[in-house]
Nanobody, 128 residues
Framework: QVQLVESGGGLVQAGGSLRLSCAAS????????MAWFAQSPGKEREFVAA????????YYADSVKGRFSISRDDAKNTVYLQMNSLKPEDTAVYYC?????????????????????WGQGTQVTVSS
């Protein structure tokens, strides 16, 4: 089992920045690809960003490319999402997820169904 706990959400004005953290406990953090998803009211959970287990590869949704950055620190069992130039449409609950499986690459990492573990989410609200 891997337990994931997100933090760092809050209220910020448009154009501002936030850094989300996701702390993992339980089984070893390394070896898992990690991702962030966002869910707004009335919408499905959407892919935001993912990082491979080696941290060599990162993937982003087109809507956040150039504004958000995902990173991981395996020594701290933590994955981060740096969110810059925030827009009101970024408002959502952000979830951290962990995946370990036989398949790799963007087509898998952006699919919420492949993830083995999820955090409880942290609210991000961007005011205009």
């Amino acid at each position: 089992q891997v337990q994931l706990v997100e933090s760092g959400g809050g209220l910020v004005q448009a154009g501002g920045s936030l850094r989300l953290s996701c702390a993992a406990s339980g089984r070893t953090f390394s070896g898992y690809a990690m991702a962030w998803f966002a869910q707004s009211p009335g919408k499905e959970r959407e892919f935001v960003a993912a990082i491979s287990e080696s941290a060599i590869n990162t993937y982003y949704a087109d809507s956040v490319k150039g504004r958000f950055s995902i990173s991981r620190d395996d020594a701290k069992n933590t994955v981060y999402l740096q969110m810059n130039s925030l827009k009101p449409e970024d408002t959502a609950v952000y979830y951290c997820a962990a995946y370990r499986g036989a398949y790799y690459g963007r087509s898998y990492y952006q699919d919420s169904h492949v993830y083995n573990y999820w955090g409880q989410g942290t609210q991000v609200t961007v005011s205009s």
